[in-house]
């Protein structure tokens, strides 16, 4: 397998759950990034991981946890979330953050509902 | 504030050429990327320009000026298959990520 993969691809959650979305690069990239994608609206950068270690958090609400417990795998934990939070959810991978040049890889996305 | 702008949706016919157009104001200047995104499937790398001019890859080419704060991504004999969204982002001075909210190119026979 290569790419960047997550699963799982469509979740639908209640306001009360717990829920957990993962992300898996076999690019062997340093940098590792979660993004919102809404309707007609610019991607939103929510975390960046850099060599395992968190080095931007956009001031994302609480209710949205990241974990990145090596180079390879990321994982974004959801509880407690809102309607509004319904969104396309992105993980990407790139060689580095920080830089020019080298473009992101992205995975298919998460398709959240709320309800 | 950074800001990227691109039309919202253009339509073209299928072996005809469409021009889309990005316009930014960012702090600083890293990059600009173009990405294609099909309708529920992953944005994937067009194109990258750092430098002014004209980058050509296949049917796509990727223009930019960067003193008047512009790009355009050229689509040339237009295929059914390129129906998709076309994302626009500049990297800033901090090596930040600027996106557009994306182009919906709508290829019809």
């Known amino acids: 397998e290569t790419g960047v993969t997550q699963t799982p691809r469509h979740l639908v959650m209640g306001m009360t759950n717990k829920k957990s979305l993962k992300c898996e690069q076999h690019?062997?990239?340093?940098?590792m990034y979660w993004y919102k994608q809404s309707a007609k609206k610019p991607l939103e950068l929510m975390f960046v991981?850099?060599?395992?270690?968190?080095?931007e958090n956009n001031s994302v609400p609480s209710r949205f946890s990241p974990e990145c417990p090596n180079s390879s795998h990321l994982f974004l934990h959801l509880h407690t979330l809102q309607p509004e939070d319904s969104a396309l959810y992105l993980c990407?991978?790139?060689?580095?953050?920080?830089?020019?040049?080298?473009?992101?890889?992205f995975g298919n996305g998460t398709r959240l509902t709320v309800t | 504030g950074q800001n990227i702008d691109q039309p919202t949706e253009m339509t073209a016919t299928e072996g005809a050429i469409v021009q889309i157009n990005c316009t930014y104001q960012t702090s600083g200047f890293n990059g600009l990327f173009w990405y294609q995104q099909h309708a529920g499937e992953a944005p994937t790398f067009l194109s990258y320009n750092v430098l002014d001019g004209l980058e050509e890859k296949g049917r796509f080419s990727s223009f930019l000026s960067r003193s008047k704060g512009y790009s355009y991504l050229l689509l040339k004999e237009l295929q059914m298959k390129d129906s998709a969204s076309y994302l626009c982002a500049v990297m800033d001075s901090n090596y930040q990520l600027i996106w557009g909210a994306g182009t919906k190119l709508i290829i019809k026979p």
């Open positions: 990407a991978s790139s060689p580095k953050s920080g830089t020019s040049g080298s473009p992101l890889h």
């Open positions: 991981y850099s060599l395992e270690e968190r080095v």
């Open positions: 690019l062997g990239h340093n940098a």
